[in-house]
């Protein structure tokens, strides 16, 4: 059984910064592509960012490139989503998934295999 824990979440005035963690137990992390999606009251789940099994490459949504940054320790079976300048209308339910397979279809949800219960983000003005 494969479990994702997802943690980090708060408030924070526009501007700041938070860092999330998503801890992954029940098999080995390494073989997982990791990604991040969020979720606004009323709209669909949407991509944020996703990393590769080695870390060694990742994507981002146009909407926080060059704000966000994902990271993972495969040590630590964790990864993590920093997140700089941070503004309201990135309040949102934030969720990591894992990836079995590697799909290039990184941007999709149904491309991922697991999923954490999420973790609120709120901005404020």
């Known amino acids: 059984q494969v479990q994702l824990v997802e943690s980090g979440g708060g408030l924070v005035q526009a501007g700041g910064s938070l860092r999330l963690s998503c801890a992954v137990s029940?098999?080995?992390?390494?073989?997982?592509?990791m990604g991040w999606f969020r979720q606004a009251p009323g709209k669909e789940r949407e991509f944020v960012a996703d990393?590769?099994?080695?870390?060694?490459?990742?994507h981002y949504a146009d909407s926080v490139k060059g704000r966000f940054t994902i990271s993972r320790d495969n040590a630590k079976n964790t990864v993590y989503l920093q997140m700089n300048s941070l503004k309201p209308e990135d309040t949102s339910v934030y969720y990591c998934?894992?990836?079995?397979?590697?799909?290039?279809?990184?941007?999709?949800?149904?491309?991922?295999?697991?999923w954490g219960q999420g973790t609120q983000v709120t901005v404020s003005s």
């Open positions: 990393i590769s099994r080695s870390g060694s490459g990742a």
């Open positions: 029940g098999r080995t992390f390494s073989t997982y592509a």
């Open positions: 998934a894992a990836d079995d397979n590697g799909s290039t279809y990184y941007w999709r949800r149904a491309s991922y295999d697991y």
